[in-house]
Protein backbone atom coordinates (compact mmCIF):
# COMPACT_ATOMS: atom_id res chain seq x y z
CA UNK A 1 0.00 0.00 0.00
CA UNK A 2 1.34 3.27 -1.21
CA UNK A 3 2.34 5.25 2.25
CA UNK A 4 -0.82 7.70 2.99
CA UNK A 5 -0.85 10.68 5.15
CA UNK A 6 -1.97 10.63 7.99
CA UNK A 7 -5.28 12.92 8.49
CA UNK A 8 -7.74 13.97 11.35
CA UNK A 9 -11.66 14.40 11.05
CA UNK A 10 -14.00 15.68 13.11
CA UNK A 11 -17.86 15.03 12.91
CA UNK A 12 -19.80 16.78 16.39
CA UNK A 13 -19.01 14.62 19.41
CA UNK A 14 -16.34 12.70 17.38
CA UNK A 15 -12.88 12.81 16.57
CA UNK A 16 -10.48 10.58 14.60
CA UNK A 17 -7.24 10.45 13.91
CA UNK A 18 -4.57 8.14 13.93
CA UNK A 19 -3.95 5.94 16.96
CA UNK A 20 -1.41 6.88 19.79
CA UNK A 21 0.05 4.89 23.03
CA UNK A 22 -1.53 7.15 25.23
CA UNK A 23 -4.88 4.87 23.99
CA UNK A 24 -3.65 1.65 25.40
CA UNK A 25 -5.37 1.36 29.01
CA UNK A 26 -8.86 1.90 27.39
CA UNK A 27 -8.07 -0.36 24.64
CA UNK A 28 -7.04 -2.80 26.80
CA UNK A 29 -10.64 -2.12 28.61
CA UNK A 30 -12.17 -2.28 25.29
CA UNK A 31 -10.65 -5.61 24.61
CA UNK A 32 -12.00 -7.43 27.46
CA UNK A 33 -15.45 -6.83 26.54
CA UNK A 34 -17.40 -9.92 26.09
CA UNK A 35 -18.94 -8.58 22.80
CA UNK A 36 -15.45 -7.76 21.72
CA UNK A 37 -14.25 -11.24 22.68
CA UNK A 38 -17.15 -12.77 21.13
CA UNK A 39 -16.72 -10.97 17.56
CA UNK A 40 -13.40 -9.86 17.91
CA UNK A 41 -11.33 -12.92 18.54
CA UNK A 42 -7.92 -11.38 17.26
CA UNK A 43 -8.01 -8.92 19.55
CA UNK A 44 -8.19 -11.80 22.44
CA UNK A 45 -4.24 -11.57 22.64
CA UNK A 46 -4.51 -8.37 23.95
CA UNK A 47 -4.27 -8.70 27.50
CA UNK A 48 -2.11 -6.43 28.92
CA UNK A 49 -1.62 -2.68 28.85
CA UNK A 50 2.07 -3.14 26.66
CA UNK A 51 0.04 -5.38 23.72
CA UNK A 52 -2.24 -2.70 24.06
CA UNK A 53 0.53 -0.39 22.95
CA UNK A 54 1.90 -2.82 20.23
CA UNK A 55 -1.14 -3.24 18.74
CA UNK A 56 -1.45 0.44 18.63
CA UNK A 57 2.19 1.64 17.08
CA UNK A 58 0.93 -0.94 14.69
CA UNK A 59 -1.96 0.32 13.36
CA UNK A 60 -0.51 3.90 13.85
CA UNK A 61 2.04 3.20 11.07
CA UNK A 62 -1.00 2.84 8.32
CA UNK A 63 1.47 -0.10 6.85
CA UNK A 64 -1.16 -3.00 6.07
CA UNK A 65 -4.54 -0.82 7.62
CA UNK A 66 -5.49 2.78 8.24
CA UNK A 67 -6.85 2.57 11.84
CA UNK A 68 -8.16 5.78 13.19
CA UNK A 69 -8.94 6.07 16.82
CA UNK A 70 -12.28 7.28 17.81
CA UNK A 71 -12.38 9.88 20.75
CA UNK A 72 -14.86 11.82 22.10
CA UNK A 73 -14.52 15.40 21.35
CA UNK A 74 -15.01 16.74 24.70
CA UNK A 75 -12.66 14.68 26.73
CA UNK A 76 -10.62 13.07 24.08
CA UNK A 77 -11.12 9.59 25.57
CA UNK A 78 -10.34 6.95 23.48
CA UNK A 79 -13.65 5.29 22.69
CA UNK A 80 -12.86 2.45 19.78
CA UNK A 81 -11.73 2.82 16.17
CA UNK A 82 -12.41 2.09 12.65
CA UNK A 83 -10.17 0.71 10.05
CA UNK A 84 -9.72 0.44 6.25
CA UNK A 85 -8.46 -3.03 5.41
CA UNK A 86 -7.76 -5.40 2.50
CA UNK A 87 -6.99 -3.04 0.08
CA UNK A 88 -7.53 -4.29 -3.55
CA UNK A 89 -5.69 -1.67 -5.48
CA UNK A 90 -6.33 -3.67 -8.62
CA UNK A 91 -10.26 -3.47 -8.10
CA UNK A 92 -10.20 -0.50 -6.34
CA UNK A 93 -11.69 -2.54 -3.04
CA UNK A 94 -11.31 -2.70 0.66
CA UNK A 95 -13.11 -3.53 3.84
CA UNK A 96 -14.35 -1.51 6.41
CA UNK A 97 -14.78 -2.33 10.57
CA UNK A 98 -15.05 -0.55 13.42
CA UNK A 99 -15.51 -1.78 16.98
CA UNK A 100 -16.79 0.97 20.24
CA UNK A 101 -16.08 0.49 23.52
CA UNK A 102 -19.46 -0.43 26.14
CA UNK A 103 -18.93 3.28 27.56
CA UNK A 104 -19.14 4.83 24.57
CA UNK A 105 -22.30 2.75 22.62
CA UNK A 106 -25.56 3.92 21.85
CA UNK A 107 -24.40 7.28 21.12
CA UNK A 108 -23.20 7.23 17.55
CA UNK A 109 -19.89 7.09 17.59
CA UNK A 110 -19.66 3.90 15.03
CA UNK A 111 -21.94 5.54 12.65
CA UNK A 112 -20.87 8.85 12.48
CA UNK A 113 -16.89 7.17 12.09
CA UNK A 114 -18.09 4.67 9.54
CA UNK A 115 -20.04 7.49 7.45
CA UNK A 116 -16.80 9.67 7.83
CA UNK A 117 -13.92 7.26 6.93
CA UNK A 118 -16.29 5.90 3.99
CA UNK A 119 -16.18 8.95 2.07
CA UNK A 120 -12.52 9.68 3.25
CA UNK A 121 -11.85 6.00 1.56
CA UNK A 122 -13.97 6.92 -1.41
CA UNK A 123 -12.26 10.31 -1.82
CA UNK A 124 -8.90 9.80 -0.85
CA UNK A 125 -7.98 6.53 -1.74
CA UNK A 126 -10.03 6.21 -4.82
CA UNK A 127 -12.05 3.14 -3.66
CA UNK A 128 -15.26 2.26 -5.44
CA UNK A 129 -16.22 -0.45 -3.22
CA UNK A 130 -16.25 -0.77 0.42
CA UNK A 131 -17.84 -4.25 1.85
CA UNK A 132 -18.59 -4.70 5.80
CA UNK A 133 -19.05 -7.88 7.59
CA UNK A 134 -20.52 -8.57 11.06
CA UNK A 135 -21.80 -11.41 12.83
CA UNK A 136 -25.57 -12.27 11.81
CA UNK A 137 -26.38 -12.24 15.31
CA UNK A 138 -24.63 -8.29 15.64
CA UNK A 139 -27.65 -6.38 15.10
CA UNK A 140 -26.18 -3.16 16.35
CA UNK A 141 -23.38 -3.32 13.44
CA UNK A 142 -26.31 -4.36 11.05
CA UNK A 143 -28.09 -0.57 12.28
CA UNK A 144 -24.53 1.01 11.37
CA UNK A 145 -24.08 -0.48 8.24
CA UNK A 146 -27.68 0.10 6.88
CA UNK A 147 -28.06 3.53 8.66
CA UNK A 148 -24.67 4.33 6.65
CA UNK A 149 -25.79 2.96 3.14
CA UNK A 150 -23.87 -0.85 3.05
CA UNK A 151 -26.47 -2.55 1.69
CA UNK A 152 -27.06 -6.28 2.43
CA UNK A 153 -25.98 -8.55 -0.30
CA UNK A 154 -25.87 -11.62 1.60
CA UNK A 155 -25.11 -13.73 4.09
CA UNK A 156 -21.61 -15.79 4.44
CA UNK A 157 -22.61 -19.11 6.23
CA UNK A 158 -19.73 -20.24 8.88
CA UNK A 159 -17.45 -17.50 7.97
CA UNK A 160 -15.58 -16.59 10.91
CA UNK A 161 -14.60 -18.31 14.32
CA UNK A 162 -15.51 -16.32 17.08
CA UNK A 163 -14.43 -15.79 20.53
CA UNK A 164 -16.56 -18.91 21.37
CA UNK A 165 -14.83 -21.33 19.36
CA UNK A 166 -18.39 -21.73 17.11
CA UNK A 167 -17.96 -21.17 13.40
CA UNK A 168 -20.35 -17.92 12.96
CA UNK A 169 -22.57 -16.37 9.57
CA UNK A 170 -21.92 -13.11 8.46
CA UNK A 171 -23.46 -10.51 7.11
CA UNK A 172 -22.00 -9.25 3.57
CA UNK A 173 -23.13 -5.11 3.51
CA UNK A 174 -21.11 -2.77 0.91
CA UNK A 175 -21.43 0.17 -0.29
CA UNK A 176 -20.08 1.54 -3.62
CA UNK A 177 -18.60 4.89 -4.40
CA UNK A 178 -21.51 5.64 -6.87
CA UNK A 179 -24.03 5.02 -4.27
Known sequence: MERIEHTEITAGLWHLRPPRETEAADLLELA??????L??????????EEQAREELRR???????????????????YVGHVM??????VNAAAEIGY?????????GAAGTAVRCVTGWAFSVLGLARLTLLHSVGNDASCRVAEKNGYLLEGVQRSQFRGGDGLLHDTHLHARLATD
Request: no cysteine; charged share 30%.
Open 99 to 107: RVAPWARGR
Open 32 to 37: ADPGVR
Open 39 to 48: YTPKLNGVAT
Open 59 to 77: WAAWEDRITFSILDSTTER
Open 84 to 89: VFGLDE
